[in-house]
């Protein structure tokens, strides 16, 4: 039996007849009586009082459409609690990088959590390279990274907001040229964003005093006066980082890029879809420099 008999028949029940259910339904007059005899003919039953010019949906038939809407309703929400309706899909797993999780993420997450307070979310914290690994696996749903060096076909990036470097100090330092304060201060590496070239272009030597995996935990480092570092400037800062002097590198300067990486047959990629569009609201919200959504 097709779906689209009972389409029609709740079209006729609807609009009163069937010349105006066919024109809802996009077919001819009689198409329409051929397919009400034909979903009688499948049922046994007779659902239109046929005594009178114009049939008319009989008792049986009036009751048939409440039926009817229920199986229609089925049949186009068949994959929602599959494909990431809030709704009915109860709960999702999201990893994140430590930077976003004091600020960008959980500001992001009210805003879903608003529309959908029945939502269950796990947050796993790690750093990039660990959570394409579980965004791999299927551990995550998906993740908010730094945008990989490399997306296997298996899966998308989706990215939203470009950081740009800067240096970084805490308020005690006041020198303005950041030149200067690099060659002055104990300089703290980040380990896997990579300031090099920019020191490199500009044949500045630094002091290394500490290399941290953590954006995090070098700006609390930094906080407490104990060197200077160079890092991208948070789309939505935390209170550590917003007590930071950011100071500019000046045009040529790095970014990091932030998105969200997800297998390319996430089963939620509905929830995840929403969930970008909240981060995206979020950045603007707080004047940070937005990428345009393209979701693969």
């Known amino acids: 039996m097709s779906i689209s008999l009972f389409k029609t028949l709740i079209a006729v029940a609807e609009e009163g007849s069937f010349n105006a259910a066919a024109d ?11 397919q009400m005899k034909r979903l009688e003919e499948t049922l046994g039953v007779a659902l239109f009082d046929r005594s009178q010019k114009s049939p008319r949906l009989n008792q049986l038939g009036r009751a048939m459409v409440p039926k009817a809407k229920e199986v229609v309703a089925a049949y186009e929400t068949i994959l929602d609690d599959l494909t990431g309706d809030p709704r009915l899909i109860g709960d999702i797993v999201l990893g994140a990088v430590p930077s976003t999780l004091r600020g960008l993420v959980p500001k992001a997450m009210k805003g879903l959590i608003g529309q959908y307070p029945d939502l269950r979310i796990r947050v796993v914290p790690g750093l990039s390279p ?3 690994e579980m965004v791999e696996t299927g551990t995550v749903d998906a993740a908010l990274v730094s945008e990989p060096n490399r997306t ?3 899966m998308t990036w989706t990215p939203f907001a470009v950081e740009k470097l800067v240096l970084l100090t805490s308020v005690e330092v006041t020198e303005t040229d950041p ?28 002091r290394d005093m500490m290399e941290m995996s953590s954006l995090d935990t070098i700006a609390s480092m930094v906080a407490h006066d104990l060197g200077v570092s160079i890092g991208p400037d948070f789309c939505v800062p935390d209170p550590i ?32 879809e929403r969930f970008l569009d909240e981060l995206i609201e979020t950045v603007t919200a707080h004047g940070g420099r937005t990428v345009s959504k393209e979701i693969a």
């Open 130 to 132: 660990t959570l394409q």
């Open 241 to 272: 980082f917003g007590s930071l002097r950011k100071l500019s590198l000046g045009p040529t300067a790095p970014s990091r890029t932030l998105g969200i990486l997800s297998r390319s047959d996430c089963s939620k990629y509905r929830l995840v």
């Open 179 to 206: 030149e200067r304060i690099l060659s002055a201060k104990p300089f703290i590496r980040h380990s896997a964003l990579s300031a090099q070239d920019w020191l490199a272009r500009r044949k500045l030597k630094v």
């Open 152 to 154: 296997p076909a298996t």
């Open 24 to 34: 809802r339904v996009c077919v001819t007059h009689a198409a329409v009586g051929q």
